[in-house]
């Protein structure tokens, strides 16, 4: 029998900010009663939710704050192969400046796959070990592609697979030209990823998505037979989802 489509709360954030409020709310939450690293994600979608995070640990109590910095842990969930941490359209580098850097973190408490690493496939075993010695992941925060992936994890991907090292669809390099001066062609072709597989076993999942372009696939996600071919269809499966959208991507 399949399950029930996973439901979507709240719906009544009404705009961007308010859902970036709202998930800024839940890390903090987390990060507050430590038992699993955090999972977290990059993308347009979280610029605003690392932002309002860093707002609200600026107003907690210094002690309390302390405490969150010195208790911090959290894992990625991908990096793209063949960017240096320094390039400012990697990863490392867009966590630097979103969340290191504003939450006042140690560099190490912020971990990312090493695109850099001479074997992508070795790298990607050895980042979901550590993922796995440190508990696995308790809260997982994800945004949605264009096309259904979470993650890296590019149609069609099944809900088994690993982590591992991908090639990146020609529609999400289009999607993430941004980053690099609109040039599609200066995105790398592959990225090391956490798997369906990972982001299925986390305690928690928390699937952000904003904005009108995204409505469709976040209808077909969450209303049709889990495949393949949408990759997010898998997150109906797990039994702690919570999914935050705004009015536009509503519908």
Not at 6 to 15: E, F, G, Q, S, Y
Request: with cysteine.
């Amino acid at each position: 029998m399949r399950r029930s489509p996973a439901p979507i709360r709240p719906v009544a954030l009404v705009d961007a900010a308010a859902v970036a409020e709202r998930v800024a709310s839940l890390l903090l939450a987390d990060r507050l009663r430590p038992e699993r690293p955090l999972g977290l994600a990059t993308g347009r979608t979280m610029a605003p939710v690392y932002a309002a995070l860093a707002r609200r640990i600026g107003a907690l109590d210094p002690v309390l704050a302390a405490r969150l910095r010195d208790t911090w842990c959290s894992f990625n969930l991908d990096e793209y192969v063949g960017l240096e941490p320094q390039h400012p359209a990697s990863f490392a580098a867009t966590m630097a400046r979103q969340v290191v850097e504003p939450l006042g973190l140690a560099p190490d408490r912020v971990r990312l796959p090493d695109g850099l690493a001479p074997d992508p496939a070795d790298e990607a075993r050895r980042y979901a070990d550590t993922v796995h010695r440190a508990g696995g992941i308790g809260l997982q925060l994800l945004g949605l592609g264009l096309n259904g992936h979470v993650g890296f994890n590019e149609p069609p991907s099944d809900a088994a697979v690993p982590c591992r090292c991908v090639a990146l669809s020609a529609r999400t390099r289009a999607q993430n030209a941004v980053d690099f001066h609109g040039d599609s062609s200066a995105v790398p072709r592959h990225a090391i990823t956490l798997g369906m597989a990972d982001i299925l076993s986390a305690r928690r999942v928390l699937l952000v998505v904003t904005g009108a372009e995204k409505a469709s696939i976040l209808r077909r996600a969450l209303r049709e037979p889990p495949t393949p071919e949408l990759p997010a269809s898998w997150l109906q499966r797990h039994p702690a989802l919570t999914v935050i959208v705004d009015a536009a991507a509503m519908g």
